[in-house]
């Protein structure tokens, strides 16, 4: 195996050279993986490895039915890190020094050094793929923005969104809610008024009302926030902020058109609005999906992203992305807080990357989500449930219920069968009354026993 790995990259690296030497130009097609296999003398699955490794780092790119091209001879680069501690005198100066280790001898150190951990249990448990260097990362703090090569990961699937970052311009946090409690942080002062969507993303509300905020919904239609209400609000209450999430939006499972998108941020620019875009579906979304980001140039837009979505509700990792000097605020608040994300957790998601395995997995996990939307529309249509906007490609769909029909009854009659709903007041600010509706995971949607309760429980 592990001489399938050098060989791999061994094919990697040489094409990387015939790539960055001229030898082989931008938009050439490269030989297909059995003729590569052929000239080589490997196996398929080692230059598809060699392939998979070169698509993440960005020189090639690849062309369904066509085969792999080359992309770019310079793929995106870090910019130089320029932070420089002077003293570690405050309380984020010392923790940033603890993280960074930019002095020789440390005295003033919180921790051991990783070499006294290096036969720890754990490192029973890490797969060493990286270099020798990689073994003191599982036991020090890490940086403070995060693990290094993932940040440039991100800024490469950044660039395919059409959103402009360096990975100075990201931050890393344990998952998007995180990296929400953030932002709240740096902006929200008691009794400060904050725009939220509704139905919207409860945690949010939660936030904010644990900061004593004052949460002022706008709704959220078909296409995106009503953006009269928008401006009423605005004009009425003078905000600074609004949490959107304009695509695969959670609880309804709409995504906000482009004609919108261009108004909401015409309005922002108005009014001086930040806009803060949660994007947790981005990488199961086709590559031309529109992001305020990628309109707004991360002016006024600050972007989160995350992989617990997509890998693991248990594997908390997602980032911001925001101007240079919103994350250098950030960073501190975050050092302050929680210290810094997990260098372990990231480094899993870098190598996945890398080594082409999350791209091969979002492509089985868009074609399953894919049809499993197509079932639950049909399975919930099929038993009278008539009114369902199809999933714009999240996890969810948004099930309006019949007139007269009491939703947190119902759900506490669901429950005592060992059916768990998720009701539409729970998505709604408390001084709001939307619609009776129900939030609908596609995956469990076509069961049967779920199908049978609603049938006889809504549409006797």
Not at 33 to 53: F, L, M, P
Not at 143 to 150: D, F, K
Not at 252 to 273: C, F, N, P, V, W
Not at 363 to 371: E, I, S, T
Request: glycine share 6%; charged share 20%; with cysteine.
């Amino acid at each position: 195996m592990a001489n399938e790995v050098s060989r791999a990259q061994h094919i990697a690296d040489t094409l990387i050279h015939q790539i960055e030497s001229g030898q082989l130009m931008p938009g050439s097609r490269l030989p297909s993986i059995r003729v590569a296999a052929e000239s080589h003398g490997v196996s398929k699955n080692t230059v598809t490895d060699a392939y998979d490794r070169l698509v993440a780092t960005g020189y090639i790119s690849p062309r369904r039915g066509s085969g792999f091209y080359v992309q770019a001879a310079n793929p995106t680069q870090p910019v130089p890190y320029s932070e420089h501690v002077t003293e570690a005198l405050d309380l984020v100066s010392l923790l940033r020094e603890q993280l960074n280790q930019h002095y020789e001898i440390r005295a003033g150190d919180g921790r051991l050094p990783a070499t006294w951990m290096e036969s720890s249990e754990i490192g029973r448990y890490l797969k060493r793929t990286g270099s020798a260097s990689d073994l003191a990362d599982d036991f020090e703090y890490g940086r403070p923005q995060g693990l290094q090569a993932l940040r440039e990961d991100i800024a490469r699937a950044l660039t395919d969104r059409a959103i402009s970052a360096s990975p100075d311009q990201i931050l890393m946090t344990f998952g998007a809610n995180h990296a929400l409690d953030l932002i709240v942080r740096h902006f929200v002062q008691p009794n400060d008024p904050v725009l939220v969507e509704t139905p919207g993303y409860y945690p949010m509300f939660g936030k904010l009302k644990l900061q004593k905020a004052n949460v002022i919904g706008v709704k959220r239609e078909s296409d995106g926030p009503d953006l009269e209400m928008l401006e009423e609000k605005i004009r009425r209450f003078r905000p600074k902020l609004f949490f959107v999430q304009p695509m695969a939006h959670n609880p309804t499972g709409t995504s906000t058109s482009l004609q919108k998108m261009h108004r909401l941020l015409t309005i922002a620019e108005r009014y001086d609005l930040v806009l803060i875009e949660d994007d947790p579906f981005a990488d199961i979304l086709p590559k031309a999906t529109p992001h305020l980001a990628s309109l707004d140039a991360l002016n006024r837009v600050i972007y989160v992203g995350t992989f617990s979505k997509t890998l693991s509700a248990s594997l908390r990792c997602g980032y911001i992305a925001a101007n240079s000097a919103l994350i250098t605020s950030l960073t501190d608040i975050k050092m302050l807080t929680v210290v810094n994300s997990s260098s372990t957790t990231e480094r899993i998601v870098h190598e996945m990357i890398v080594k082409g395995r999350y791209r091969r997995h979002l492509k089985r996990l868009r074609d399953r989500v894919a049809n499993a939307s197509v079932d639950a529309v049909s399975a919930l249509r099929g038993i009278g449930l008539d009114n369902i906007e199809s999933s714009a490609g999240g996890y969810y769909l948004w099930c309006p219920l019949p007139p007269g029909v009491d939703v947190m009854a119902l759900s506490r009659r669901a429950a005592g069968e060992g059916i768990f709903l998720a009701p539409s007041q729970l998505f709604e600010l408390a001084d709001q009354n939307g619609e009776s509706a129900l939030r609908i995971n596609i995956a469990h949607a076509n069961n049967h026993k779920l199908l049978r309760f609603l049938q006889a429980a809504v549409l006797k």
